[in-house]
Nanobody
Framework: QVQLVESGGGLVQAGGSLRLSCAASGRTGSTLAMGWFRQAPGKEREFVAVIRWRSGYTNYADSVTGRFTISRDNAKNTVYLQMLSLKPEDTAVYYC?????????????????WGQGTQVTVSS
């Protein structure tokens, strides 16, 4: 099992930026990919971004492409989500998750372990 702890959420005005961090511990050797998802009140959890741990390959949801950047620090077992040009519709609880597979990584079902989430609120 992998333990994940997110940090970096907060309140920001539209157009602002935030950087989320997710520190992984435990059985990280089996992790092949790390993803970020978000869930707004009354909505389903949705894919935001993913990075393959070894190759660094990344993929993004259309809604965040060009504004968000996912990156990793293998030595620190940490993944980051840099968010720029934030919009009110980005408001949600953001979760990081670890996966032992490299397929269907836009689906929450591909992930085994989840963090507790961090709130991001963007005011208009």
């Amino acid at each position: 099992q992998v333990q994940l702890v997110e940090s970096g959420g907060g309140l920001v005005q539209a157009g602002g930026s935030l950087r989320l961090s997710c520190a992984a511990s435990g059985r990280t050797g089996s992790t092949l990919a790390m993803g970020w998802f978000r869930q707004a009140p009354g909505k389903e959890r949705e894919f935001v971004a993913v990075i393959r741990w070894r190759s660094g390959y990344t993929n993004y949801a259309d809604s965040v492409t060009g504004r968000f950047t996912i990156s990793r620090d293998n030595a620190k077992n940490t993944v980051y989500l840099q968010m720029l040009s934030l919009k009110p519709e980005d408001t949600a609880v953001y979760y990081c998750a670890s996966s032992g597979t490299i397929v269907r990584l836009t689906s929450p079902d591909a992930y085994r372990d989840w963090g507790q989430g961090t709130q991001v609120t963007v005011s208009s």
